[in-house]
DNA sequence: ATTGAGACCTGTCGGC
DNA sequence: TGCCGACAGGTCTCAA
């Protein structure tokens, strides 16, 4: 599930266990994830403190005492949880009795939670960076701006857009373009925007230099969709629904459109859209 | 440089 | 019920 917002409401959930708490015990339950664990993973994480939790785009990043960074995605599958210290038996042994499928790394933290991420198709990674190595960080240097931080206004995004042959869709699901949007969210901003998401990107463009109404509107409409899902991630956290994702022929959700959901492929992945009141 | 296609891995769901 | 293919919310790499 992990777009924005999801990995928001991760972040927000591990922070009340993890902050300012030592880590005791990392158990490994497997040598890789989507890559394999850096060199003496294990050992320079036992016996820090967390300092931070944060999130950019769809990675969480832990902070330590050391001054090393904990640098953490989701992939497609990949969720964490935390027992309270009267579930963890983990005295000496291995983790632990009967860990649960795909529980691939435990951390336990000095106050006896313990913080286990599981990730079935193992699309996820950790990886722990000096400061050096995150300020160099191929992926995360390139990443576009914070969706909902004021950096990201109009004249970014039609800045970003400009000379762009791909689709809208595609301009969106570019982590360089805006960071943190995903295959869900990009066709749900889309829909609020009333943006095609088979026209091109450079329509967004820039005009002689100041943000078209259409890069406005789909800008607003970014900022919309994800503070609403992060709010529905933490009030409730059933998986909530959506205006047209995964709603091909249901009516379109639009006061006054008649417009039936479809659904079309894009660079191989399924975009919902409503062809009435998206132009 | 940009773009599209394929790969990574497992689980689930619909159709037969 | 059981098998099989298609598909799933994300990146990364490679070739055109």
Do not use: W
Not at 23 to 43: E, H, M, Q, T
Not at 206 to 217: E, M, N, Y
Not at 239 to 248: L, P
């Amino acid at each position: 599930m992990p777009e924005l917002p999801e990995v928001e409401a991760v972040r927000r959930y591990l922070e009340p266990y993890v902050m300012h708490q030592q880590i005791a015990r990392v158990y490994l339950r497997r040598a890789d994830l989507r890559s394999p664990f850096p060199r003496g993973f294990r050992r320079r994480l036992e016996g820090q403190t967390v300092d931070s939790v944060m999130r950019r785009a769809k990675y969480l990043l832990v902070t330590l005492s050391s001054r090393d960074t904990l640098l953490m995605h989701l992939g497609m599958s990949g969720s964490f949880r935390v027992d309270g210290p009267e579930d963890a038996s983990l005295d000496g042994g291995d983790y632990p009795a009967g860990p649960g499928l795909h529980d691939h790394v435990v951390f336990r933290m000095a106050s006896g939670a313990v913080v286990t991420f599981n990730d079935p198709r193992r699309f996820g990674s950790m990886d722990l960076l000096t400061p050096v190595q995150l300020a160099r960080h191929p992926v995360l240097s390139r990443l576009g701006p914070e969706p909902l931080s004021s950096a990201f206004d109009a004249a970014t995004l039609a800045r970003a857009c400009t000379g762009k042959k791909v689709s809208l869709k595609l301009a969106l699901l570019d982590q360089r373009v805006v960071a943190g949007l995903g295959n869900i969210y990009a066709s749900e901003a889309l829909h609020v925007a009333g943006l095609s998401p088979f026209r091109r990107a450079s329509i967004i463009a820039t005009l002689s230099g100041a943000p078209r109404d259409s890069a406005v509107r789909l800008m607003r409409a970014i900022k919309r969709v994800l503070a609403q899902a992060i709010d529905r991630q933490i009030r409730d956290s059933r998986s909530s629904r959506f205006r047209v994702y995964d709603r091909e022929g249901e009516r379109c959700p639009r006061a006054g459109c008649a417009g039936i959901i479809a659904r079309r492929s894009q660079a191989g992945r399924s975009t919902f859209y409503c062809p009435v009141c998206q132009k």
